[in-house]
């Protein structure tokens, strides 16, 4: 018989919801113990509620002491800390033993411990989320089903985004935000590189939201995508190195990224000049940030267009509020200004959108397979983001603790020991794919 397993989750921020509600689930049915480790006591006891066999705990990641006695107690520990984080929970992990899980890029020095890892007997499972996460699992079932029936796979294209629901887009810029805003800041900025047509292909960040590519999506129409940073790396992951095209994109409505694109072209995601914003309208910085990087002919020219003055408005970059921050870059205060105008009301919904299509030569004939995937959000706390982000990382988690996910090492969840069972549980939980 099983032991009582000890579930143990750093972080209970936008994408814990939903992890922490279904492990709340897995816990009282099984009778095992969770505990939710967070710097706002109050955040966590507010999703833990009175569950039976939870525990809140406040705590400085950095108290070594405390973080170490947390993980000495548990069996398996997610962590949905910034990436910068995981490294002193995987060290202790490492030192003590415990599985771990991420849906994190694997960094560097982690990926210098695998062979520490895999001697340790211990399972580290890195980009669990939704992307990275569902989108490896699902490709790579595709893939896999291809190459097993004889087929030669000669194009991928992998598209993922996070929007608002159409029944909730109610501004010009068709976004509000569901996840961490400041990644929605500086998305992009290392530009792309790709493969199109057998040959390398690069985009720099300036020229990266002007692409004006677009992918029709079933049931919603035509959206734009702009590339992901670095598709390459993918191709060897993904077992794919005679692929003509490759790429993997980020899925945003077609006025966004023409918004966006002006937000670059005007630099106002920049973080390296600093402004004194005590005493400083949102409306007066525009105006002297403008005048630093002398763009005021691009910035006349840009506000000629009715749809991106409607955004800049919307944003409240021409309001005469006081910032009052201290100093701060560019970047600082656009991205308060999003928190400000990008809100989740209470009854919106996000959604979810991702889409792989992939054409492939089998007994001398051609194929296309698109598979699609839809996820829309129940309200601003159980949204679509933190379901897809949360849920395949619960699942893993509960799999590990169950004695069903024998893989050991470093892995992210590109083979079929991994991706089977958790997307066979998704399934059940709404999260399907549909072929056409």
């Known amino acids: 018989m099983l032991t009582t397993q000890h579930l143990l989750v750093f972080g209970a921020g936008k994408s814990a919801t939903v992890l922490i509600d279904y492990l709340k689930k897995i816990v009282a049915e099984k009778q095992w113990k969770l505990t939710v480790a967070d ?10 509620g009175n569950a039976p066999g939870t525990a809140a705990v406040q705590l400085d990641i950095l108290d070594a002491e405390k973080r170490t006695a947390l993980i000495k107690q548990s069996d398996v520990v997610i962590s949905l800390m910034p990436p910068s984080l995981h490294l002193p929970i995987a060290a202790d992990c490492l030192s003590l033993g415990k599985h771990l899980l991420t849906a994190s890029y694997v960094d560097p020095k982690i990926s210098a411990m695998a062979d520490a890892i895999k001697e340790k007997g211990i399972l580290f499972l890195c980009e669990m989320g939704l992307d990275p996460g569902i989108d490896h699992m699902s490709a790579m079932q595709l893939i896999h089903r291809i190459k097993n029936a004889g087929g030669h796979i000669q194009s991928f294209h992998s598209h993922c985004g996070g929007l608002v629901a159409p029944e909730s887009d109610d501004n010009p810029w068709h976004y509000k935000i569901s996840w961490n805003p400041r990644n929605v800041v500086l998305a992009g900025k290392a530009g792309a590189v790709y493969r199109e047509n057998g040959a390398e292909k690069k985009i720099t960040y300036s020229h990266l939201f002007q692409q004006g590519t677009t992918v029709a999506i079933p049931s919603l129409g035509l959206l734009s995508y702009y590339a992901n940073r670095d598709s390459l790396s993918y191709i060897d992951v993904y077992d794919l190195p005679d692929t003509k095209d490759f790429l993997r994109t980020t899925v945003r409505h077609p006025d966004f990224c023409k918004g966006w694109a002006a937000i670059v072209a005007l630099q106002l995601t920049d973080e390296t000049v600093v402004y004194d914003t005590d005493g400083l309208t949102v409306h007066d910085f525009l ?64 959604m979810i959108v991702m889409l792989h299509e992939i054409t492939y030569s089998q007994n001398g004939q051609q194929h296309e397979i698109k598979s699609s995937l839809v996820v829309k959000g129940e309200d601003h706390l159980r949204t679509a983001m933190a379901k897809t982000v949360g849920l395949p990382l619960a699942m893993a988690a509960v799999l590990i603790a169950e004695g069903k996910l024998k893989e050991r090492g470093l892995h992210i969840p590109i083979i079929p020991s991994i991706y089977e069972p958790v997307l066979a549980i998704l399934g059940k939980e709404g999260i399907i794919f549909h072929e056409g």
């Open 287 to 350: 105006l002297q940030h403008i005048q630093h990087h002398q763009l005021q002919d691009s910035f006349n020219e840009l506000m000629n267009d009715q749809l991106i003055h409607t955004q800049f408005t919307f944003l409240g970059l021409f309001s005469d509020t006081l910032i009052n921050k201290g100093r701060c870059s560019a970047a600082d205060i656009l991205q308060w200004r999003m928190e400000q105008s990008w809100v989740l009301k209470k009854e919106d919904k996000d």
């Open 39 to 48: 710097g706002h006591l109050e955040t966590v006891q507010q999703k833990l």
